[in-house]
């Protein structure tokens, strides 16, 4: 079912884009079960699937749309009309999987971020899912959020192209703040480590600092929950790696604890 155009409010919408610099990290599963996490404490999120040629939200979240971010950016209907709901209150934007490239034209790419400036109007927070990789399509994504979340796991290629990512967006865009979350880990140590080790190397080579946006803990629930095309944050809410994420959106927000009535406190 199509969302209605939600009532505007004063701008308060933190733009986050969820990318990673390779494939297999889970960024996608992450995107989609940090939004619910948020949706379910009483936040406005909007989940846009912008990874043009694999799309799957909503595979993962069962919804189905008439219309998608391509025909927004081709002039076919406005971001409001593309809109769809999600789970939990969840809005999503999604994409259509398998047309590649969007087309780079400045002109397209001004009016898509033009609509998506109304969207950050409307909505607490506003995760971009892009593609992996740095090719110019993802690019393009990234670069229209405040803050990038870059998935990588414990992995060496998973660690390279995650710096790969983060030298792109440094040499471009030194202004979007940058953030990490190690995905598949054992314990919160393990990750700390690794994202220790990370932000030393981006220091040294780039003079960029990077964030500690969390970790996720490796959990088999995360394997059974996308067999079944399920968000993990209904298939199991209380396992290890769910419960990583809810800890993640505390990170984001500065916050202590989230209480089950969906309150943020302090």
Not at 10 to 16: D, H, I, T
Not at 17 to 31: C, D, F, N, Y
Not at 41 to 53: P, Q
Not at 133 to 141: D, M
């Amino acid at each position: 079912m199509q969302k209605k155009q939600p009532d505007i409010k004063p701008a308060m919408g933190k733009v986050f884009a969820i990318t990673s610099g390779k494939g297999g990290v889970g960024k996608s599963s992450i995107a989609v079960n940090l939004s619910i996490a948020l949706s379910q404490v009483g936040l406005k999120v909007l989940l846009i699937d912008a990874d043009m040629g694999l799309a799957n939200i909503d595979i993962m979240t069962g919804v189905s749309a008439t219309n998608s971010i391509e025909d927004v950016i081709e002039g076919r209907a406005s971001i409001f009309e593309a809109l769809a709901d999600g789970p939990e209150n969840l809005t999503i934007l999604p994409a259509a999987s398998g047309l590649g490239r969007i087309q780079e034209d400045e002109v397209r790419i001004r009016v898509f971020r033009k609509e998506l400036l109304k969207l950050e109007n409307a909505f607490d927070f506003i995760f971009i899912d892009t593609g992996a990789g740095i090719s110019a399509n993802v690019v393009e994504f990234v670069f229209m959020a405040r803050e990038i979340a870059v998935i990588m796991t414990p992995e060496p290629t998973a660690f390279a192209d995650a710096y790969a990512m983060v030298k792109v967006v440094s040499m471009e865009r030194p202004d979007i703040d940058v953030g990490v979350i190690i995905n598949v880990v054992n314990s919160e140590g393990e990750a700390r480590k690794i994202y220790e080790k990370f932000n030393e190397i981006v220091k040294r080579f780039l003079g960029k600092t990077v964030r500690y946006r969390g970790c996720v803990l490796r959990d088999k629930a995360v394997g059974e929950a996308v067999l079944r095309q399920v968000p993990l944050a209904l298939y199991s809410p209380k396992s290890a790696a769910m419960r990583s994420l809810k800890n993640v959106a505390r990170i984001m927000l500065g916050l202590k604890e989230i209480n089950k009535k969906g309150l943020f406190s302090r």
